[in-house]
């Protein structure tokens, strides 16, 4: 979705696009980010889904790069952080016990592209 505001300051947009910048994400994706933590701001959270949003954020800001290099194999995020990345799910498995992991909000998944839905419609002339 294409979105357009007017009427923002220059300076406060420039520093906006360079912090993003600084952490390797597109500006869309900042600002995504930036909308999930102002709405959830007053919304009273556990600390599971602050930890489960924290990992879905990571994984967001370095799935580009971990499919460039790794696609196929299964990463494990924990905390934020990318623990490891590994041939296969039994592995993956293994390394959050490993690390005493059991217990917290991990994601163990396999490195892949998103799919996106797209619908195609057209009009038969008649």
Not at 66 to 79: A, G, R, T
Not at 81 to 86: A, D, R, S, T, V
Request: hydrophobic share 35%.
């Amino acid at each position: 979705m294409s979105v357009l505001i007017k009427n923002v300051k220059k300076e406060l947009y420039a520093r906006f696009k360079a912090k993003a910048a600084m952490k390797g994400l597109k500006l869309s994706e900042a600002f995504e980010e930036a909308m999930i933590k102002w709405i959830n701001e007053d919304s009273p959270q556990t600390e599971e889904d602050k930890e489960r949003a924290l990992n879905n954020a990571t994984l967001r800001r370095i799935r580009a790069e971990l499919i460039k290099e790794h696609e196929n194999e299964w990463v494990v995020i924990s905390s934020g952080k990318l623990i490891g990345i590994y041939t296969d799910r039994e592995r993956a498995i293994k390394a959050i016990r490993e690390n005493n992991l059991e217990g917290k909000c991990n994601i163990v998944t396999p490195v892949k592209p998103l799919r996106r839905k797209v619908s195609i419609r057209y009009r038969r002339k008649e």
